[in-house]
């Protein structure tokens, strides 16, 4: 596949924790692993790769969670988190399009994000005409994903749970990044998630 230099690009994170944790029977985002909150291990994950800048969209218990968060980030207010994921993902970009060349979506469920994986996605951006880059595990898409600018009109018309995932589907310009760590698959969306990762894992904020 052809290639080239995107030199000096920026690229934004933006990290989607405005959800409540409606199968959890706890605020999701500030879960503990080994005395760390969840949102901050994700926080500290991603701030050590080649990120450019940090947004953090926050709305279910606002106020619980931004008194307890990395301040390292630039906080967002999502008023209208009920709507569904997309309002969380067009807050986003809306915050960072201004200044970017592309922006990478992270879950706050994700506790085995890493740096590898994000500066991965920007080096591929960097040197590729792709506009997409999306890491696949056994061929199973999973996050975190890369949408280059020329995508923000599309992720600004998503609308209730929508997400990326409508976008990439219809997509030509997209780069696979082939992963072989199946631990990025893993999310917390239950009690039994939570436990059973805290059995048979080791998670920390480095």
């Known amino acids: 596949m052809a290639s080239l230099n995107r030199s000096r690009i920026q690229i934004s994170g933006i990290l989607l924790a405005s959800g ?21 291990i994700i926080i500290n994950k991603i701030l050590e790769s080649k990120i450019d800048e940090l947004f953090v969209i926050l709305g279910y218990q606002h106020d619980e969670i931004a008194k307890l968060i990395d301040p390292r980030p630039r906080i967002v207010d999502n008023p209208g988190w009920k709507i569904g994921k997309s309002s969380s993902i067009k807050i986003g970009v809306k915050s960072a399009k201004k200044t970017t060349d592309g922006v990478i979506f992270f879950l706050v469920d994700q506790p085995f994000i890493n740096k590898e994986i994000i500066n991965t996605l920007i080096n591929e951006f960097q040197n590729s005409f792709d506009n997409i880059i999306a890491p696949r595990i056994n061929g199973r898409l999973c996050n975190p994903v890369l949408f280059g600018k020329k995508y923000y009109e ?3 018309d998503l609308s209730g749970e929508q997400g990326g995932k409508e976008i990439i589907n219809k997509a030509k310009d997209i780069r696979w990044i082939d992963w072989e760590d199946e631990r990025l698959l893993l999310d917390i969306d239950t009690d ?3 436990k059973d990762i805290l059995r048979n894992y080791s998670v920390s904020s480095s």
């Open 154 to 156: 599309e992720l600004m």
């Open 20 to 40: 409540a944790s409606r199968r959890i029977n706890s605020t999701k985002q500030l879960l503990l692993f080994k005395r760390e909150y969840l949102i901050n």
């Open 192 to 194: 039994e998630d939570y």
